[in-house]
């Protein structure tokens, strides 16, 4: 509980922590499987900008040492998480590199935000 900072919650029913807490408490109840690998679809949807970023400071520490796998569009997030980023256009992976790679991926940029050619 306390590793995903819910000690002070203990005692509170899980239909009666935020929708926050209750995507931790899911996380802690993988992590407390002994989980080694942890896939994630959308881990911060619904979530405010203050949540999404405490979340994913929680996802970082319990998965620290883990495989994790996560489905996310919002590139924040995707970016604040992962060491490998998959990218893929129509179900096809257009690139699969670092953050920094990825961002600078001439298809990532023409594929999400669009070729500077064709705004002139």
Excluded: C, W
Excluded at 10 to 29: C, K, P, S, V
Excluded at 59 to 64: A, F, L, P, R, S
Excluded at 92 to 98: C, K, S
């Amino acid at each position: 509980m306390q590793r995903i900072r819910l000690s002070a919650k203990r005692d509170t029913l899980a239909m009666n922590l935020t929708y926050a807490e209750q995507r931790a408490l899911e996380i802690g109840i993988t992590m407390a499987g002994g989980a080694e690998v942890v896939l994630l679809d959308e881990p911060t949807a619904g979530m405010n900008n203050s949540e999404t970023e405490r979340f994913i400071g929680l996802i970082k520490e319990v998965t620290q040492g883990k495989t994790l796998l996560a489905v996310e569009h919002d590139m924040g997030v995707v970016f604040g998480l992962a060491d490998k980023i998959a990218v893929l256009v129509y179900g096809e992976i257009i690139a699969f590199d670092t953050p920094d790679k990825v961002r600078a991926n001439a298809l990532v940029q023409e594929a999400y935000l669009g070729s500077l050619q064709e705004d002139h």
